[in-house]
Structures are given as C-alpha cells and as structure tokens.
C-alpha cells in the first residue's frame, strides 16, 4: 500500500537566507518533514522563511512545527519568518491561534530576504 501525500517541502536560496516552500497538506503525517527541513535550512542560513502560501492545511502539528522552530530561531538568534497569503485558511487559523501575535508574519518571503 503506498501513501500518496499532499504535501511537498522545497527550498530557495536568496540572498541573505533561505526560503522553505511548503505546499500540499501539512498534518500529522508530513509535519515530520517539515520539521526536518527546517531544521536543515536553519543550520545553513542565519535567516529563514517559511512560505505557507502554497499550503492548503494546516492542523495543530503543523503548528507545532513552527512554534518550535520561531522558538529555536530566538534561542539561537537567527530570524524567522512565515509568509502567509492574506484571507487564506492557513491565516486564519494563525489568528484563532494568537500565533499572529509572536510569529514574524510576512505577505512575501521577499520582505525578509532582501
């Protein structure tokens, strides 16, 4: 039997740092992944974003992810940024969460990296 996932992590690199590209379905299942990029990404550039943009959901591991990783970034004194698309489902879940309020949210990963 083979698990087909939605979810699919790339990377960018940009002046300056790295842009994680999540897309597809971020749960349980594929929030290991992310995590993993993250944490590979973070070891190589002193600023990272995170680019939800492409993501279609989001549960409460995912948020976990980031959480962990916006903690990391603070411990280690690296930047980290999530970049959401406004009105999307994946903002506003960051807002019912009060995550808008400790996470670095950007329109474009851009705003950060240049």
């Known amino acids: 039997m083979s698990f087909d996932s939605l979810f699919k992590v790339r990377f ?6 790295v842009v994680v590209i999540a897309s597809g379905e971020i749960d349980l299942a594929t929030s290991p992944d ?8 973070q070891a190589q550039a002193p600023k990272v974003v ?3 943009r492409e993501v279609t959901f989001i549960d409460s591991s995912g948020l976990g ?7 990391r970034s603070q411990e280690d004194g690296l930047s980290f940024a999530v970049a959401v698309e406004e009105g999307s489902s994946v903002e506003r879940i960051l807002n ?3 995550l808008v309020k400790v996470l670095d949210i950007v ?7 240049s």
């Open 12 to 17: 960018e690199a940009q002046t300056g740092g």
């Open 50 to 52: 995170l680019d939800l």
């Open 65 to 71: 992810v980031i959480v962990g990783q916006q903690k």
């Open 107 to 113: 329109a474009d990963p851009a705003d950060r990296l």
């Open 34 to 41: 992310l995590r993993g990029a993250l944490l590979e990404e």
């Open 96 to 98: 019912l969460s009060g």
